[in-house]
């Protein structure tokens, strides 16, 4: 009980420190920093072409993902949980089920694709992983990167083992909501609360462990985070604009028929 208290002392104390940190930190000078290295770096061309890069590279490097669980039929039931998770989480409904059955049956004939197909494949999807790469130490001014070959073999082990990870993730959270002895029978609204929570802390950490360990320079924690939690607030924002765009601004077969 006693480490208990003394716990939620350092907590209370950690609390009030970060809270008189944001009451005494220089925005104005922040803010100004940030825009002058915004222009400097010339970021929003930089955003833009990420952008473009993205839109060429995202379905190689899904189908890629996928096609994961395409070759091990033992992941079969994590796949399912993992396309579910996509459908609650990245973009409304009425989209998402449509370009991830196309998604899902592209991944299904990757398997008979000839070896150059894969290899252009494989090549697709580590040219995005290589861009990020790039572009991040470009923005963290790194004149000397890592090396091509470690960098291919770290990308190549997330492409292989992250979407197992996040598949297993959505899995124990579908048994968490449909188990009969699961907390959502008990708890469904603090139950729907944590685990919105859990997915904005894991986008959160991703984006953090991105900005620590993709830059070739040593990137304080606390600064990969106020990254990362910047980056989640953004992506939740944007999930709201767009699932309100849909709904409110008609649709092209409502104009036209």
Do not use: C
Not at 193 to 218: D, E, R
Request: proline residues 5%.
């Amino acid at each position: 009980m006693s480490k208990l208290i003394d716990l939620g002392g350092k907590v209370g104390q950690q609390v009030a420190l970060l809270l008189q940190t944001l009451r005494t930190w220089p925005w104005y000078e922040t803010l100004r920093t940030l825009r002058q290295r915004f222009r400097e770096d010339r970021l929003g061309l930089t955003a833009g072409s990420l952008t473009f890069t993205t839109l060429i590279a995202l379905v190689p490097l899904f189908t890629l993902m996928l096609a994961v669980f395409t070759a091990f039929p033992m992941f079969s039931s994590l796949q399912g949980d993992l396309e579910r998770f996509f459908l609650r989480s990245l973009v409304p409904d009425n989209i998402a089920r449509p370009v991830l059955r196309a998604l899902t049956e592209f991944a299904g004939k990757a398997r008979g694709m000839g070896t150059l197909g894969l290899v252009l494949l494989v090549a697709t999807a580590l040219a995005l992983m290589l861009t990020i790469d790039r572009t991040l130490n470009a923005i963290w001014r790194v004149r000397q990167p890592r090396p091509l070959a470690q960098r291919v073999l770290v990308y190549w082990a997330a492409l292989t083992l992250g979407p197992l990870a996040l598949g297993l993730s959505a899995s124990l959270t579908s048994y968490a909501l449909s188990g009969p002895r699961g907390f959502a029978a008990a708890v469904p609204d603090n139950l729907a609360f944590l685990l919105n929570a859990l997915q904005f802390f894991l986008l959160a950490w991703g984006m953090a462990a991105l900005f620590h360990y993709v830059p070739n320079v040593s990137v304080r924690w606390r600064h990969a985070w106020a990254g990362g939690v910047f980056v989640a607030l953004g992506v939740e924002a944007a999930q709201r604009a767009l699932v309100w765009y849909v709904n409110s601004v008609p649709s092209f077969s409502a104009v036209y028929g």
